[in-house]
């Protein structure tokens, strides 16, 4: 029944009556849905039709190589007290 609801191990899940509960569906067995809860991550089992999959407007991905900072590992850098790691190191 969960599979006829389009639930698949990894979509973000909403409880119908408190959208408060939401978590990641983490396993199906028949109309049970097993979800991780967020944010305690306690693991809890609903019946599929108590479930509505969660939407995410606002929601846009980056494009590639958007908030990448480059890094080159080949050469040795020396720390000391006063270097600039800029909050990294």
Do not use: C
């Not at 979800?35 to 980056?62: G, N």
């Not at 990448?68 to 007290?81: E, S």
């Amino acid at each position: 029944m969960s599979e006829e609801r389009g639930f698949i191990e990894g979509d973000v899940v909403e409880h119908r009556m408190n959208t408060d509960v939401f978590g990641i569906v983490i396993g199906l067995s028949g109309s049970l849905v097993y979800v991780r809860l967020s944010p305690t991550l306690q693991a809890a089992v609903f019946h599929a039709w108590e479930l509505d999959l969660a939407e995410d407007d606002e929601y846009e991905p980056t494009g590639d190589g958007e908030n990448v900072i480059p890094v080159d590992f080949t050469t040795g850098v020396r720390l000391d007290k006063n270097t600039k790691t800029r909050g990294v190191a």
